[in-house]
């Protein structure tokens, strides 16, 4: 399968901050990528779709402002968490896919797991 | 809008038995494409199977296998000969069309126990 990594893999900021995670697609060039967020044994809940090139999608509820998703090339997209806040902690995981067409497989990254103190 | 139910919270399996995780999804479009994912508990969401809308047979991939009937839009997945390593989160989730193409709906997660 694809290779997908995230950086840094864990994090402890304080509040106020802002964090920059990356997620970059080793072996492909993925034309979208996704960025997911995950609360302890919970599922998984779409934060945004992130096309290269263009602004990203974001879900309903989601804050643009709050969480910018840069999408510069084929193979790396990042996710801003901007004056991050104790309630932004939470495991953060990111995807890509060749074309974004449903039958094409997402490949995760290993996840960010954000702490805000 | 898609939606996939897991109702088993967890499930407990003997080292070398089978067992059968389930899914159910629900969606309006008629092209869809149905995913399992295992999650260890370092987080890493590792892809395990794919099944299409259209394809008449049930995929496999080693020892996965999943139970496709789509009249009863059940997805099930089937282990064979479990090993201690396959402990983990597991999540069945769903792509469809529409305004939602490309992305993934995931269901609950079920987590699973293998026993020596």
């Known amino acids: 399968g694809a290779v997908v990594s995230q950086h840094p893999s864990r994090v402890i900021c304080k509040s106020g901050t802002s964090v920059k995670i990356e997620c970059r697609s080793l072996?492909?060039?993925?034309?979208?990528m996704f960025w997911y967020r995950q609360f302890p044994k919970k599922s998984l809940m779409l934060m945004a779709t992130?096309?290269?090139?263009?602004?990203?999608?974001?879900e309903q509820g989601v804050e643009k402002d709050k969480f910018l998703i840069n999408h510069a090339s084929l193979t790396l997209s990042t996710l801003t968490v901007t004056s991050a806040h104790p309630e932004d902690s939470s495991f953060y995981i990111c995807?890509?896919?060749?074309?974004?067409?449903?039958?094409?497989?997402?490949?995760f990254g290993p996840g960010t797991r954000l702490t805000v103190l | 809008a898609q939606k996939i139910t897991q109702t088993q919270p967890g499930m407990f399996v003997q080292e070398k038995e089978a067992v059968t995780l389930d899914c159910t999804y629900d969606?309006?479009?008629?092209?869809?494409?149905l995913f399992w994912y295992k999650q260890p508990s370092s987080g890493e969401m590792i892809f395990l199977i794919y099944?299409?809308?259209?394809?008449?047979q049930n995929a496999t991939e080693g020892r996965y296998s999943l139970n496709f009937q789509k009249a009863r839009k059940s997805a099930n997945l089937v282990i064979s000969a479990s090993q201690l390593g396959d402990s983990a989160m597991y999540f069945c989730?769903?792509?469809?069309?529409?305004?939602?193409?490309?992305?993934?709906?995931f269901g609950q997660g079920t987590i699973l126990t293998v026993h020596p």
């Open positions: 099944q299409g809308s259209y394809d008449e």
């Open positions: 992130s096309n290269e090139g263009s602004k990203a999608t974001y």
């Open positions: 969606t309006s479009d008629q092209s869809y494409g």
């Open positions: 072996d492909f060039q993925a034309t979208t």
């Open positions: 995807s890509a896919s060749l074309g974004g067409w449903k039958s094409d497989t997402q490949y």
């Open positions: 989730a769903i792509t469809a069309g529409g305004t939602s193409y490309g992305k993934l709906t």
